[in-house]
C-alpha cells in the first residue's frame, strides 16, 4: 500500500490540528433545532478550506479512516454538504473493512454520516443509519447507556422531523424509561430529551404536555447550572417557540430577551450563539406584527453571520430573505427586491435549481415586483418557482395552484393569451389527478383551483370543484392525517 509522502503528511498534521480548532460535534446542531443550527468556529472554518485536500484524503482512506471521517465533518460544518458527503461514506466503508460491520469503533461513523442525511432532509437513509446503531448499542451496552439512549434520542429525532409522529413518541418514552432506569433525574441527557419530545409534542399541537416537559428541563437545568448559565439558553428559546405558537406572544419575548442578556454575558456581543437567540427574537417580534423593531433586530444578526459564514453563506441568505420580508411590510420595496435577489444569488450558488427554498424566495420576490408594478419581471420568477412546485409537491397541491392563478392574472396584465390557454389545459389536468381523493388537504386544492378557473372565464368547471372542496370539508377527518401547507 503506497504511504503518504512528505507534503501529504505536513498537510494532515495541519489537518488535524485545524480540526481540532473546528471542535466537531456533529449531532450538535440536530439536537438544537434546525439544519441551519450548525455553525463552524472562525479559525477551524479557514483552516479547513485552506488544508482540505480531497485528492490527499482519499488517497489514505485505508491508512486513515478517521482523519477522512474528520474531513467530511469539517466540510460539513461548512455547509458544503456535497464534499462532505462522499469522505463521510468512503470513511464508513473503510472503518468497515478494518472492524467488521458490528463493531462499536463504527459508532462515531455512523453518526457523523447519519447528521449529514438529517442536515440535507435524506431521512429515509438516516433512519437506516442509526437503526443500525442502536443495534450495535444495544449489543454491546445495557439499556440504561448512555450510547443506547442517545442512539434512541437521534432516532426519535430524526422520525419527528420526518414527521412520523407515532414512532417518535414511542422511541422518547423508551428513552424516557431507560433514564428512570439509570436514575438519572437531572442529567444533561435526561434535559436533552425533555426538549426534543416537548417538541415533537409541540408539531402534534399537544401544548399542554409540550409546556410539561419544556418546563421541566428548564427547571432541571436552572438547579444544575444556576440562573444565568449558557445552557439555560436552548430551553428558554424552545419554550418562546411553544408560547408563541400559543400566542403567548409577550411571555415569549420576555424569556427571548432573558436569553439574549445571558448570551451577551457568557459568549460576548459577536458570538453565534447570540446571533441566533437574537434571530429567534426577530421572529418573535414579526409575529407580534412589529416588522420595525423585527429589521433592527436581523441587522444585529447579519454581520455576525457574514463574518462567520462568508457573504454567501447559507445562514446569511435565510437572516437576508427574513429581513427582505420586514422591507417589504415596512413597504421599503427597492431594498426588499434587493434583498430577495441577493439571497437567490447566495441560493443558486450553494443549491440545484429545484430547491424548494429557491422557490419560495422566488415567488416571494414576484410578490414584490407584483406590488411595484412589475408584471413581467413577477411572471419570470413565478414561472420558475411553478416548475419547481410541480416537480416537488405534485400537480393538485394548493401551492400550484396558488402560483398558477397569480400567473394567470398576469398574463392577462400582458396581453398573454396564448399563455392562458397553455395554463387553462395544464389546470384541467391537475383537476381531473385531484379526483377521488378523500384528504382534508384537497379542499384548499379544489377552492385555489376553482378560483383560478373563474379567472380563466371557466365558471361552468369551477363550480364542480367548488362542490368538491365543500364535499371534502364535510366528511369525516381520517385518523393520522397530518396534511397541510409544507
Not at 310 to 318: P, W
Not at 339 to 360: M, N, P, Y
Amino acid at each position: 500500500m503506497t504511504r503518504p509522502g512528505p507534503v501529504a503528511l505536513t498537510l494532515l498534521v495541519a489537518l488535524v490540528l485545524a480540526l481540532g480548532a473546528i471542535k466537531v460535534a456533529w449531532w450538535d446542531g440536530a439536537r438544537d433545532s434546525s439544519p441551519q443550527a450548525e455553525a463552524p468556529y472562525r479559525a477551524g472554518r479557514i483552516s479547513a478550506r485552506e488544508l482540505l485536500d480531497e485528492g490527499v484524503i482519499a488517497g489514505l482512506v485505508y491508512d486513515q479512516p478517521d482523519l477522512v471521517n474528520s474531513g467530511g465533518l469539517a466540510w460539513k460544518k461548512l455547509g458544503e454538504y456535497d464534499r462532505a458527503r462522499p469522505l463521510l461514506e468512503t470513511a464508513l466503508v473503510a472503518k468497515e473493512r478494518e472492524l467488521g460491520p458490528d463493531h462499536v469503533g463504527l459508532l462515531p461513523h455512523l453518526d457523523a454520516l447519519a447528521g449529514l442525511l438529517r442536515s440535507t432532509g435524506n431521512y429515509g437513509p438516516c433512519i437506516e443509519l442509526l437503526e443500525r446503531k442502536l443495534a450495535i448499542c444495544r449489543a454491546h451496552f445495557p439499556p440504561d447507556h448512555a450510547d443506547v439512549i442517545g442512539s434512541l434520542d437521534d432516532l426519535a429525532l430524526v422520525h419527528r422531523l420526518n414527521r412520523n409522529f407515532a414512532r417518535s413518541e414511542a422511541l422518547y418514552a423508551q428513552v424516557l424509561a431507560s433514564h428512570e432506569q439509570a436514575q438519572a433525574d437531572n442529567s444533561e441527557s435526561l434535559v436533552n430529551t425533555l426538549v426534543n419530545y416537548g417538541h415533537l409534542l409541540l408539531n402534534m399541537s399537544e401544548y399542554p404536555a409540550s409546556y410539561a416537559m419544556f418546563n421541566r428541563a428548564l427547571v432541571l437545568t436552572e438547579e444544575r447550572e444556576g440562573s444565568d448559565s449558557p445552557q439555560l439558553v436552548r430551553n428558554l428559546r424552545a419554550m418562546a417557540y411553544l408560547l408563541q405558537a400559543m400566542d403567548r406572544h409577550d411571555e415569549a419575548l420576555g424569556h427571548l430577551r432573558r436569553a439574549v442578556t445571558i448570551n451577551e454575558s457568557t459568549d460576548g456581543p459577536q458570538s453565534l450563539a447570540l446571533a441566533k437567540t437574537l434571530f429567534f427574537l426577530a421572529e418573535c417580534q414579526e409575529e407580534m406584527d412589529d416588522p420595525g423593531a423585527a429589521l433592527e433586530t436581523y441587522l444585529r444578526v447579519l454581520p455576525i453571520r457574514e463574518r462567520e459564514y462568508g457573504a454567501e453563506g447559507v445562514e446569511v441568505a435565510y437572516t437576508i430573505q427574513n429581513m427582505a420580508r420586514c422591507y417589504n411590510r415596512l413597504g421599503r420595496y427597492s431594498e426588499a427586491i434587493a434583498a430577495f435577489e441577493r439571497v437567490i444569488r447566495i441560493g443558486e450558488s450553494k443549491w440545484a435549481g429545484d430547491h424548494s427554498d429557491l422557490a419560495t424566495w422566488r415567488r416571494n420576490l414576484a410578490r414584490v415586483f407584483e406590488t411595484v408594478g412589475r408584471p413581467a419581471d413577477a411572471v419570470r420568477e413565478l414561472g420558475r418557482a411553478l416548475a419547481v412546485y410541480e416537480q416537488k409537491l405534485g400537480p393538485t397541491h394548493w401551492v400550484v395552484a396558488d402560483t398558477q392563478r397569480r400567473l394567470v392574472v398576469l398574463h392577462r396584465q400582458l396581453g398573454h393569451h396564448e399563455k392562458l390557454a397553455a395554463m387553462q389545459l395544464r389546470v384541467l389536468d391537475g383537476l381531473e389527478r385531484s379526483l377521488g381523493s378523500h384528504e382534508p388537504a384537497l379542499a384548499d386544492s379544489a377552492d385555489a383551483y376553482a378560483d383560478l378557473l373563474n379567472g380563466l372565464g371557466r365558471a361552468d368547471l369551477a363550480v364542480t370543484f367548488e362542490q368538491r372542496a365543500r364535499q371534502v370539508r364535510a366528511a369525516p377527518v381520517r385518523a393520522g392525517f397530518s396534511g397541510g401547507q409544507p
